[in-house]
């Protein structure tokens, strides 16, 4: 299975938004809502920020989205802040049975 | 709180076979949902190993699926990792997690296994 397609890297200056995109094929993200987002920063774990496309698990800002069409799923992040810079990694279920994870990016806030 | 803690050898051989335990805390292993192995190269992205459902049923990534074993003592409340004939492509930073579904909850702090000899 071929790893999802993200950039490497994307930046925003405080307050602005931005959106990372998540691109696969129909065995995968196009096929199923089960798509996620996960925050990294150096050295820590990932912590997961949406799930099932656009869910919020409980203690997330809701400056965090997610969203789907096709076979591309996005994560918005409103109202950027110094602490949103992070590495962030989409995942998704696949026709396979199994999960396959994005190359991630490195968000900077300028 | 669903808590995880990674053990094992932080070094191990080429060839030789890579051993981790994931011990959890906060729920019980044998009531529902996956357990997860996630592994990430260093300076790479995250690559989702495999997965056990709390009824036993195993889930690979097929790429190493033929060197993978995960397995659940529920006697100690743990799920471990063996992965087989290990190189130095198998140097990474292992996280165990807990997923509902889809999305892994919950991680441990991970563990680095450098494969050296």
């Known amino acids: 299975q071929s790893a999802l397609t993200q950039p490497a890297s994307v930046s925003g200056s405080p307050g602005q938004s931005i959106t990372i995109s998540c691109t696969g094929t129909s065995s995968d993200v196009g096929g199923y809502n089960y798509v996620s987002w996960y925050q990294q920063h150096p050295g820590k774990a990932p912590k997961l920020m949406i799930y099932d496309v656009s869910n919020r698990p409980s203690g997330v800002s809701n400056r965090f989205s997610g969203s789907k069409s096709g076979n591309t799923a996005s994560l918005t992040i409103s109202g950027l802040q110094a602490e949103d810079e992070a590495d962030y990694s989409c995942?998704?279920?696949?026709?396979?049975?199994?999960?396959?994870f994005g190359g991630g990016t490195k968000l900077t806030v300028l | 709180q669903v808590q995880l803690q990674e053990s094992g050898p932080g070094l191990v051989k080429p060839s030789e076979t890579l051993s981790l335990t994931c011990a959890v805390s906060g729920y019980s292993i044998s009531s529902a949902y996956y357990w997860g192995w996630i592994r990430q190269p260093p300076g790479k992205g995250l690559e989702w190993i495999g997965s056990i459902y709390h009824s036993g049923s195993t889930y690979y990534n097929p790429s190493l699926k033929s060197r993978v074993t995960i397995s659940v003592d529920t006697s100690k409340n743990q799920f471990s990792l063996k992965l087989s004939s290990v190189t130095a492509a198998d140097t990474a930073v292992y996280y165990c997690a807990f997923s509902k579904g889809g999305a892994f909850d919950y991680w441990g702090q991970g563990t680095l296994v450098t494969v050296s000899s």
């Open positions: 995942s998704s279920y696949t026709s396979s049975s199994t999960l396959v």
